[in-house]
């Protein structure tokens, strides 16, 4: 499955608001529509925002080659801040914006700018699978052959460039010829884990179970769930972590009933710039999508409703952060600095 395709002169990406029903794709001339794209959740997951967000810069900067540099570099700087007001909390989308705008830092020709980003978009597409691929063999030692192994939201091919995160280190257990089943949370209200997590193991006919997320206690309690492992979206230089709404409440289940609990995530994700969880900035969305699923309204008329999209999980609930670059066990500020310095 593709999450996202860079054509040369268009940005193809899988809508991921109709899935499972269907497997659509949308094709992007203009940078504007990449960055709705973001917004309205057709592509979503960290690294895949970073990534389209970075395809979204190169299309514009395509589109702007005529004229003079300074005025270039003023457009661009307008294109970097559409794309950073898309979504606040996934820190890989500031990233990656920083990184287009490092690769033009000290170049004044139009050509060679434009040039230059849009070879950066396809080198950050490439590298990002290249990543995962050495998250899932690092990770992969943590999972036991005949573990269940449980999972919220998607982190896996659909949220990244491809292979996944938390995904990725299932699927390498499984190259590895181990008999791994997963429990996927539905993951209220956006439910991207019926949606997707689901949706995305069947197609590679990994064992997967839909739970919805009040029942991660009852399989932890009665001995059916054995690790947990999930992405992120920001990690503070403390090892706080922000992940999709109803993580916390899994990880502090897991932590009373001694479950390891495994984020995986790239160094895109580690934000050293942000001291602890409580900095990390929370993305609140539309009411609607707790009143309505579907089109089918399930409460009253005019109730008031509350829907951060995310939450923290203190490192302190955490048994280890698996990166591309290693595995920061007991994570707190100083194994995060460590692995800080190989970014
Ligand atoms: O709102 P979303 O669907 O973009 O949230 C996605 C998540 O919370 C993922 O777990 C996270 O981005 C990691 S994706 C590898």
Redesign the pocket.
């Known amino acids: 499955m593709m999450s996202i395709k860079w054509n040369g002169d268009s940005v193809k990406i899988l809508d991921?608001r109709r899935l499972p029903l269907e497997e659509a794709y949308n094709t992007y001339t203009n940078y504007y529509d990449v960055a709705s794209s973001i917004r309205d959740?057709e592509i979503?997951?960290?690294?895949?925002?970073g990534i389209a967000a970075a395809m979204g810069i190169a299309l514009a900067a395509k589109s702007m080659i005529g004229g003079r540099a300074e005025e270039f570099r003023e457009k661009m700087n307008s294109v970097f801040t559409l794309f950073a007001g898309t979504?606040p909390?996934?820190v890989?989308l500031f990233w990656a914006i920083n990184r287009m705008r490092g690769i033009i830092k000290d170049r004044s020709d139009v050509p060679g700018m434009v040039d230059l980003l849009e070879k950066e978009a396809i080198k950050m597409y490439d590298e990002d699978i290249d990543i995962?691929r050495r998250i899932g063999k690092n990770g992969s030692r943590f999972l036991n052959d005949g573990d269940v192994v449980m999972t919220?939201?998607?982190?896996?091919a659909l949220?990244?460039a491809g292979y996944?995160?938390?995904?990725g280190v299932i699927r390498a257990a499984v190259e590895e010829g181990k008999k791994i089943e997963v429990y996927a949370c539905e993951?209220r209200p956006?439910l991207?884990g019926a949606r997707?997590t689901a949706w995305e193991l069947l197609q590679d006919n990994i064992p997967v179970t839909l739970i919805t997320d009040s029942m991660s206690g009852y399989f932890m309690k009665s001995g059916v769930i054995k690790k947990v492992i999930?992405?992120?979206?920001r990690i503070a230089a403390n090892g706080d972590t922000?992940?999709?709404?109803g993580?916390y409440t899994h990880s502090v289940l897991a932590k009373n009933h001694r479950i390891p609990f495994y984020i995986?995530?790239?160094l895109s994700?580690l934000d050293a710039d942000t001291p602890s969880g409580d900095s990390i900035p929370i993305?609140e969305?539309s009411m609607d999508e707790v009143v309505y699923i579907g089109s089918y309204q399930i409460a009253p008329e005019g109730i008031s409703v509350r829907n951060p999209?995310?939450d923290v999980t203190p490192a302190a609930n955490i048994t280890a952060i698996i990166t591309e670059a290693g595995v920061i066990e007991n994570p707190g500020r100083d194994g995060i600095s460590a692995v800080l310095k190989k970014k």
């Open positions: 991921q959740m979503r997951g960290a690294p895949a925002i979504r909390t996934a890989n995962n919220h939201c998607n982190a896996g949220a990244t996944g995160t938390a995904l993951t956006y991207q997707l999930v992405g992120a979206d922000a992940n999709k709404i993580t995986a995530a790239p994700t993305e969305r999209a995310f």
